[in-house]
Nanobody
Framework: QVQLVESGGGLVQPGGSLRLSCVRS????????MGWYRQAPGKERELVAH???????SYADSVKGRFTISRDNAKNTVYLQMNSLKSEDTAMYYC????????????????WGKGTLVTVSS
């Protein structure tokens, strides 16, 4: 039974930094893609940072040079380091992973955390 739990959100001033964490529990077979999404009020959900199945990392243009995604496989954890935060970064941030939970099936499933709220304001 796979579960993703985010933490690290909160209130920060413009120009500040936060590090989000996503911890996975439960047994799995393989992890394919993973990343961080965000959704602001009245906006569509957008992918801000992505690691594909072979480890290639990409970012949304709006966060390039400011955000860094990383993972610690030993801790079953993926991070999002956010620097030079702007008011437009205010959103609910969601951890996402595409996972095969069993080697007996060809199908992978998308798993989502419940989100952690980031508010950037003076």
């Amino acid at each position: 039974q796979v579960q993703l739990v985010e933490s690290g959100g909160g209130l920060v001033q413009p120009g500040g930094s936060l590090r989000l964490s996503c911890v996975r529990s439960g047994s799995i077979a393989t992890i394919n893609d993973m990343g961080w999404y965000r959704q602001a009020p009245g906006k569509e959900r957008e992918l801000v940072a992505h690691i594909n199945s072979v480890g290639y990392i990409s970012y949304a243009d709006s966060v390039k040079g400011r955000f860094t995604i990383s993972r610690d496989n030993a801790k079953n954890t993926v991070y999002l380091q956010m620097n030079s935060l702007k008011s437009e970064d205010t959103a609910m941030y969601y951890c996402w992973q595409n996972i095969r939970v069993s080697s007996l099936t060809r199908n992978a499933m998308d798993y989502w955390g419940k989100g952690t709220l980031v508010t950037v304001s003076s």
